[in-house]
């Protein structure tokens, strides 16, 4: 069992440098207020199998001492809610684009970057560093058209092939 767990850390391990190496880059720096209040997933490409969570808000809160709480609540494929709080931090370096989550009591950590975001901050791109999963998010439940048609450019621009699918 032992082999087996440090066999999977070091294989996750390559994977997660090998992949972070090639992955887009936030284009711009992301304004602390961008992990506070409501976010609503609108869409996402997703390089494995679709998502079992559908229809998810992700609620930033600020936690005492530094960084934040994430309250991530969605549907799962019977309808059912589900609610998951999470903690995370903004890395050092590039303007506050970058964050780390820790989820299981800190037992495993993921990094998400904010890639890109409106002007106004109404909307925004993370992903995963490897480019394996990008959600877009909005302040609001829907976007308008314009801006959903801005938002595919920059996700083109970023390299990305798929198409944003809507968040069921």
């Not at 082999?3 to 996750?12: E, S, Y």
């Not at 972070?20 to 992301?30: D, M, R, S, T």
């Not at 083109?156 to 069921?168: F, H, Q, V």
Request: proline share 8%; charged share 15%.
């Amino acid at each position: 069992m032992h082999r087996w767990i440090t066999g999977a850390v070091l294989a996750l391990s390559a994977c997660a440098t090998a992949a972070a190496a090639g992955a887009p880059q936030p284009v711009k720096p992301a304004p602390a207020a961008m992990y506070t209040g409501r976010w609503y997933q609108i869409a996402r490409i997703a390089a494995a199998d679709p998502h079992p969570c559908h229809a998810a808000t992700d609620d930033f809160i600020p936690a005492k001492g530094g960084g934040f709480a994430v309250t991530v609540a969605c549907r799962d494929n019977s309808g059912k809610l589900k609610r998951m709080t999470v903690m995370g931090d903004i890395e050092p370096g590039p303007g506050g684009a970058k964050l780390r989550i820790a989820f299981l009591g800190g037992l495993f950590h993921q990094e998400y970057w904010v890639l890109d975001h409106a002007a106004d901050d109404a909307c925004a791109l993370m992903a995963t560093p490897g480019g394996h999963y990008l959600w877009l998010l909005s302040r609001t439940p829907a976007l308008a058209v314009g801006e959903r048609a801005r938002v595919e450019l920059a996700v083109k621009a970023l390299g990305y092939a798929g198409r944003l699918a809507p968040d069921p």
